[in-house]
T-cell receptor, first 114, second 113 residues
Framework: DAKTTQPNSMESNEEEPVHLPCNHS???????IHWYRQLPSQGPEYVIH???SNVNNRMASLAIAEDRKSSTLILHRATLRDAAVYYC???????????????FGQGTRLTINP | SQTIHQWPATLVQPVGSPLSLECTVE??????LYWYRQAAGRGLQLLFY??????ISSEVPQNLSASRPQDRQFILSSKKLLLSDSGFYLC????????????FGDGTRLSIL
């Protein structure tokens, strides 16, 4: 799977929007962009995924650049409970081995200030 | 709804002792199952995955082994623990299609003394 690059850490204020960037300049046409987050002392939690079009769900929005070389996870109104490590992961759907192997990088540690 | 259970939540073991961590999934059939490890201050590393009973794939050479004796049960084992086996062990499941999310358990924090 192609590599992603994320800032090590970000900080934001409660009730403000948060934009978490992810660069994936070597993305291929069959790579989906997945986001997971990991709260302290818990397992990761799926957030959202997309291919080309922007995606929205109850947790967040995913904005994908037109050339797909970068994407941004948007938390519309951050709460203290959104403090976590956010992982941007690429999944190549053309390589199917019967199981979905996720490769986690270091992610972005998001701090929310009250 | 589907749930995943891991136990124990924390474990302290001496070097050289055996290990058995158990993971069970409820509410789904024939899931793909995964074991990950997260060493202190590092990212998650996939250790094993399984697409069916008795089918285990290992991702990295190590001191650990995995087994899947039943459809929704996944066990991580070691005959003799090393100090380097310390970490946060996470079990996950997914359905068998490309872009369905993985769902993680709450993990076991293993400390080796």
């Amino acid at each position: 799977d192609a590599k992603t690059t994320q800032p090590n850490s970000m900080e934001s204020n409660e009730e403000e929007p948060v934009h978490l960037p992810c660069n994936h300049s070597t993305i291929s046409g069959t790579d989906y962009i997945h986001w997971y987050r990991q709260l302290p002392s818990q397992g990761p939690e799926y957030v959202i995924h997309g291919l080309t079009s922007n995606v929205n769900n109850r947790m967040a929005s995913l904005a994908i650049a037109e050339d797909r070389k970068s994407s941004t996870l948007i938390l519309h109104r951050a709460t203290l409970r959104d403090a976590a490590v956010y992982y941007c992961i690429l999944r190549d759907v053309s390589v199917w081995q019967g199981a979905q192997k996720l490769v986690f990088g270091q992610g972005t540690r998001l701090t929310i200030n009250p | 709804s589907q749930t995943i259970h891991q136990w124990p939540a924390t474990l302290v073991q001496p070097v050289g002792s055996p290990l058995s961590l158990e993971c069970t999934v409820e509410g789904t059939s024939n899931p793909n199952l995964y074991w990950y490890r997260q060493a202190a201050g590092r990212g998650l590393q996939l250790l094993f995955y399984s697409v069916g009973i008795g089918q285990i794939s290992s991702e990295v050479p190590q001191n650990l082994s995995a087994s899947r004796p039943q459809d929704r049960q996944f066990i991580l084992s070691s005959k003799k623990l090393l100090l380097s086996d310390s970490g946060f062990y996470l079990c996950a499941w997914s359905v068998g299609s490309q872009n369905q999310p993985q769902h993680f358990g709450d993990g076991t924090r293993l400390s080796i003394l």
